[in-house]
Structure formats: C-alpha cells, structure tokens
C-alpha cells in the first residue's frame, strides 16, 4: 500500500482546520497507509546554533533522521495548518526544519539544491478567521510551503481553504466546513 505522511499542526481540540482535514484524511485512508505526526503534542526544538554545529559535525538524533526518510519516501504528504498570524503555527516551521536534513529530503550540488522527496502531490488544509484567499500577498503560508516543495522535490501543490470563519455565523462556519470538504473530496478522488 502506497504510504502517506499527515502532519497535523492544529493546535486547539475545536480546530475547524481539523474538522476539514479529519473527513479527508479518513478517505485518504482507503487509499494510503498513513502516518501521523501531531505537532501541538511534539517536542522538536528550535533549530538554534547548538544544532547546526551538530549537523556540521554529521550529527543529527536518530529518530528525526528516521522521520525525515519516511517524509521522504512517502508517496503523499497532507498538511493541516490553520492560519496563525498571517501565516501558520510557529509549530510547523520548527518542524520542517527539523526534517530539512541534508542528503535526506534534500541534497545540493554547491551552486543549486536538488529535492530528494518523492511524493508527487502535496495537500494543504488551513481554515483562515480572516477574508483573506489563497495567493493574496498577506497570505504567507502557501508560498512558504511552495518553496519548501521546491527544496524537497515534492509535487503538485493543492489547497483547501475555507476563509473569514472568525466573522461568519455558526450556521455559515458549519457551511464554509462542510464546502470545503466538498472541495477536498473532490481532490482526494486523484490524489
């Protein structure tokens, strides 16, 4: 069975961006064996001076190096990410630079870095409280994962996203969740 990482960076139980990834993920399932990383209960660590100097020296813990491979032989990845500050939760950034590991999902010839991650299609959940879209210049979060898809060679980036939830009535929150995941279904059928 084809392997999918889920990284799910919401970080309150009530999370809409949960409610949204939850159904996806529970169809993503019959397709893909998946594994789950959830970041509001890790611990990684900022990546500070300390640990550059021991990535300079060849060091890195064995178990980051072991999750980085498995990002980096999964056929699909899933990110669930609500929008935090413009962006999303400081969580996710300390993640992926822990899992940004030279020779493991990304090597460089000294003038040009090359991906070594093979999943084809990436898939981003966010729910934003704001009326702020996908591709507008104060949505951050979209062109940092694009850029970091380009670092590690992943594929296809396609975004779920339900926005001004934080300005909209309960009853228009349940329809802008359940929209969504309309939209992400239709994703999931080819994904």
Not at 34 to 44: A, K, M, P, Q
Not at 75 to 100: G, Q
């Amino acid at each position: 069975m084809k392997k999918l990482f889920y990284i799910d960076s919401c970080m309150r139980p009530e999370s809409r961006t949960a409610k949204i990834a939850g159904a996806l993920i529970e169809e993503l399932g019959k397709k893909y064996e998946i594994e789950t990383v959830r970041l509001d209960s890790s611990h990684f660590p900022v990546v500070r001076s300390g640990i550059i100097k021991d990535r300079d020296n060849g060091f890195v813990p064995q178990e980051y190096a072991d999750m980085a491979r498995r990002i980096a032989q999964a056929d699909r990845i899933v990110i669930a990410a609500p929008f935090w500050d413009m962006s999303f939760p400081s969580a996710l950034k300390v993640f992926f630079e822990n899992m940004s590991l030279f020779n493991i999902t990304f090597t460089s010839t000294d003038t040009v870095c090359k991906g070594l991650c093979k999943a084809e299609k990436v898939l981003y959940v966010t729910t934003r409280g704001m009326n702020i879209r996908t591709g507008e210049p104060l949505e951050q979060a979209t062109p940092y994962i694009r850029a970091l898809s380009w670092l590690w060679g992943l594929g296809e980036l396609h975004v779920v996203a339900a926005e001004n939830m934080d300005y909209s009535s309960p009853e228009q929150i349940e329809a802008k969740i359940a929209e969504a995941v309309k939209a992400g279904l239709e994703i999931c059928r080819d994904f």
